[in-house]
């Protein structure tokens, strides 16, 4: 019954050979052939005679491509002299019945020396120092203030969230740093550039910028942290005509500084005489004659900066504007609206700008604040009855507090339905008289 029953796959396609294992061809031929000897038919005939005749014949499977070579073929190619790096097909000679129906071209095994925690596996500015969530007592190890700031700020860009609990950390360890006042405009100039180079680092800049000028303890003789970060930001602002009117390599730089400016003159605050917290009007003043630059050179880019700015900043500016009595917001407007028709810039900026006017019209999207609880009435509060019930008359006509008949069409509604009936347990009533 074994004769004519074999499960192994490819079984019966090499009836009548014998199938020879590892040890027995190494046993048989010294691992110099792969079968056909007399050796290897006594060796055969003895372990079938030791198994009763019961020893399957099977052919082996075709191996990978990528299987390790053979002892056989291995020694082959040693003697052809053929490169192991070769991807050309080997011929292989003939050693019996058993390689007659499978000459296979045999290809080397690469080896990867790639790992998981290989660097090119990194994010670029990926700094192992800050993988963690904090990162305290992890500055020993930096040899410069740079090193250390600039990894911390790569940090920032990969983790925002984290600025909450590691920022008190970081200003702790700056201000044991800072001694200079070379190290001081080596800080400002570091995050400038992060701020302006990064995309969508502005406000996380500005961010850091604010902290730090209310937490940094030391300054230079050229001035604090904040005073030295306005200069730089006066040096750029200096250059405003001449990089609005080059070409897209000035100009790109000079947008990332016009929105990065937006975000500090909205998140820099400036402790007041009084103790009040304002915003830098100086600020103010540079971002409006920032806006006519960008309306003077009226290419598409300028214009879209300029869009931006006003999505941006366009509220918080028209406010501060009103309180002083001044018309600017007026003005831009107005420029805007000559832009679209007369200058030769693409229709989709256009569009944007139209955009702007309209989001200028509806009070930069602002919703305008309802009356206190105490003080609304249905007459100076269009929500007093937003969250009142809808009811329905007899006859379906829909009805609410709003309407004039409200009361009365209320109790023919409580009649009706009978909604609150006296009630009754084991025969005595649960409300008495007038209850």
């Known amino acids: 019954m074994s004769d004519s029953f074999d499960r192994a796959p490819g079984a019966g396609r090499g009836r009548g050979r014998t199938a020879l294992s590892g040890a027995d061809a190494s046993e048989g031929c010294g691992g110099a052939c792969l079968g056909g000897s007399a050796s290897h038919s006594s060796v055969s005939a003895e372990k079938q005679h030791k198994t009763g005749g019961l020893l399957l014949q099977q052919e082996s499977l075709r191996p990978p491509k990528t299987a390790p070579l053979s002892n056989g073929i291995a020694e082959h190619l040693q003697q052809a002299r053929i490169p192991s790096g070769s991807q050309e097909k080997v011929s292989v000679p003939d050693s019996g019945p058993e390689m007659a129906e499978s000459q296979v071209a045999v290809a080397p095994v690469v080896t990867s020396k790639l790992s998981v925690k290989a660097p090119e596996f990194y994010p670029s500015g990926y700094n192992q120092n800050f993988a963690d969530s904090s990162f305290e007592d992890e500055y020993d190890g930096?040899?410069?203030?740079?090193?250390?700031?600039?990894?911390?700020?790569?940090?920032?860009?990969?983790?925002?969230?984290?600025?909450?609990?590691?920022?008190?950390?970081?200003?702790?360890t700056v201000n044991g740093w800072v001694t200079a006042d070379e190290t001081l405009?080596?800080?400002?100039?570091?995050?400038?550039?992060?701020?302006?180079?990064?995309?969508?680092?502005?406000?996380?800049?500005?961010?850091?910028?604010?902290?730090?000028?209310?937490?940094?303890?030391?300054?230079?003789?050229s001035g604090s942290f904040r005073q030295l970060l306005l200069q730089r930001c006066q040096t750029e602002y200096e250059n405003r005509d001449e990089a609005a009117k080059g070409?897209?390599?000035?100009?790109?730089?000079?947008?990332?500084?016009?929105?990065?400016?937006?975000?500090?003159?909205?998140?820099?605050?400036?402790?007041?005489?009084?103790?009040?917290?304002?915003?830098?009007?100086?600020?103010?003043?540079?971002?409006?004659?920032?806006?006519?630059?960008?309306?003077?050179?009226?290419?598409?880019?300028?214009?879209?900066?300029?869009?931006?700015?006003?999505?941006?900043?366009?509220?918080?500016?028209?406010?501060?504007?009103?309180?002083?009595?001044?018309?600017?917001?007026?003005?831009i407007i107005q420029r805007i609206e000559n832009v679209v028709l007369d200058a030769k810039c693409s229709r989709y900026v256009k569009h944007m700008l139209l955009k702007v006017v309209e989001l200028r019209s509806s009070n930069w999207g602002r919703v305008h604040e309802t009356?206190?609880?105490?003080?609304?009435?249905?007459?100076?509060d269009p929500n007093y009855f937003m969250n009142e019930p809808t009811f329905y008359t007899s006859d379906g006509v829909p009805f609410t507090a709003a309407d004039p008949d409200y009361q009365e069409k209320y109790q023919e509604l409580l009649e009706r339905e009978d909604l609150f009936p006296d009630y009754e347990e084991n025969g005595v009533a649960l409300s008495g008289p007038g209850d």
Not at 207 to 221: A, D, G, K, P, V
């Open 142 to 172: 930096y040899l410069t203030l740079a090193g250390y700031v600039q990894d911390f700020l790569n940090h920032l860009a990969e983790q925002p969230g984290c600025f909450e609990t590691e920022i008190e950390q970081f200003a702790e």
């Open 371 to 380: 009356s206190p609880h105490t003080k609304a009435t249905p007459e100076n």
């Open 185 to 221: 405009q080596e800080l400002v100039e570091l995050i400038y550039q992060q701020a302006t180079s990064v995309p969508n680092f502005s406000y996380m800049g500005a961010r850091l910028c604010n902290y730090l000028s209310h937490h940094l303890t030391i300054s230079s003789q």
């Open 247 to 331: 070409d897209e390599t000035a100009r790109k730089p000079f947008h990332a500084f016009v929105l990065f400016l937006a975000e500090l003159y909205l998140n820099l605050e400036i402790k007041g005489t009084k103790g009040q917290v304002t915003r830098a009007e100086i600020l103010q003043e540079g971002l409006r004659e920032l806006l006519n630059v960008l309306f003077s050179n009226p290419v598409d880019n300028n214009l879209m900066c300029a869009v931006k700015l006003l999505k941006l900043t366009g509220s918080v500016l028209e406010d501060a504007w009103k309180e002083k009595g001044k018309n600017d917001m007026e003005e």
